[in-house]
């Protein structure tokens, strides 16, 4: 026979299951409620496979979309303003990720009260962005909306935005974060390309062949931190240098339209004043850049970016070694 001792703690540890199991029976079926200073998103950026954009600019009256997807090179646009198909499919995955992390990061300001879409500017949002992350078999949808800024001292640049998250009900709150400034620098399509003539890194080029009109006129490979000849013997030129201004010189514009592209190419391919940089890996995988210069710009193509000609400043010549 249990003691009474042990009857009442038997008892009490009994009804105590039962009252926690209820409980989370009550958690389990209640729906997210956003609340000030909650996260209204809950996603890994990096698991984001998809995302389209668009954009309203009201004072200009202008408004532009894309779409870009993650692929194994990083991201790639697919479709650009008014659904145009592009030559040069890079995007800039670095600002794409940014963006994604900054929403992820939101948070709650307030819920608003019922004012309608109009006057909290959600009506023709400034902004609609849309992703999704999982598997393909697995899909999770995701939306965010930027209505108006909100006329309050004390809200210092939030927006009324409506949100979508993981099948749940569009919601409008009002919201605060990082991402509201990053957006300030969206303002063309531009902003979402890979806008530099190289797609590669320094770190990951092991050779490089410098050559003017088809001759050499440098070879250096890596040892270390250090670049040497063929034969193993260190170069006075700054290498180092020569390949930062390169491989990240600027795009001015990018040439796709079949026309333009045509003459572009033609011009590329006449004549002298033809510049061009091969580089290789570690697998000995090589890339070639060639540039010829006009009087205003270069033209310029890469190797891996065949769809597309490019102009690129006229003083990235100077990266190139004395002949």
């Given amino acids: ?23 989370t029976a009550c958690t389990k079926s209640r729906k997210p409620a956003y609340e000030a200073g909650q996260k209204p998103f809950s996603f890994d950026y990096r698991e984001a496979m998809e995302v389209s954009i668009v954009t309203w600019n009201q004072e200009q009256g202008e408004s532009w979309s894309a ?60 902004f609609a962005i849309r992703w999704t992350t999982g598997t393909k078999e697995n899909r999770q949808e995701h939306e965010l909306k930027l209505g108006a800024l909100v006329q309050d001292q ?16 569009e919601k409008v709150l009002v919201i605060n974060g990082s991402v509201l400034k990053l957006l300030q620098h969206l303002d ?16 990951d080029v092991d050779e490089a062949e410098f050559k003017v009109n088809g001759m050499l006129t440098l070879y250096a ?17 700054d290498v180092t240098g020569a390949l930062q201004k ?38 000995g995988a090589a890339t070639t850049l060639r540039a010829r210069a006009t009087e205003s710009h270069l033209l310029a193509s890469h190797s891996k970016r ?18």
């Fill in 1 to 23: 026979m249990k003691k009474p001792l042990q009857m009442l703690i038997v008892t009490v540890l009994i009804m105590g299951a039962a009252l926690g199991t209820g409980l």
């Fill in 67 to 126: 779409r870009a997807e993650r692929n194994e090179d990083g991201w790639a646009l697919r479709s650009g303003p008014d659904g145009k198909s592009l030559g040069d499919t890079v995007a800039n995955a670095s600002f794409i990720e940014h963006l994604l992390d900054s929403i992820s990061a939101l948070q709650v300001q307030s819920i608003p009260a019922s004012q309608g879409p109009e006057s909290q500017g959600l009506a023709r949002p400034i």
């Fill in 154 to 169: 004390s809200s210092r640049g939030a927006r009324f935005a409506a949100i979508r998250s993981m099948n749940q009900p």
């Fill in 188 to 203: 063309s399509f531009t902003t979402l390309r890979h806008a530099e003539w190289a797609t590669e890194h320094i770190d």
């Fill in 221 to 237: 490979q890596r040892e270390g931190e250090s670049w040497t000849d063929r034969n193993e013997r260190p170069l006075q030129f």
């Fill in 246 to 283: 390169i491989l990240r010189a600027r795009i001015i514009e990018f040439i796709e339209e079949p026309r333009s592209l045509a003459q572009a190419s033609s011009t590329l391919n006449s004549g002298t004043g033809h510049y061009e940089l091969v580089l290789r890996d570690r697998h």
């Fill in 306 to 323: 065949p769809a597309a000609l490019f102009k690129i400043p006229r003083e990235t010549l100077s990266a190139f070694p004395p002949r």
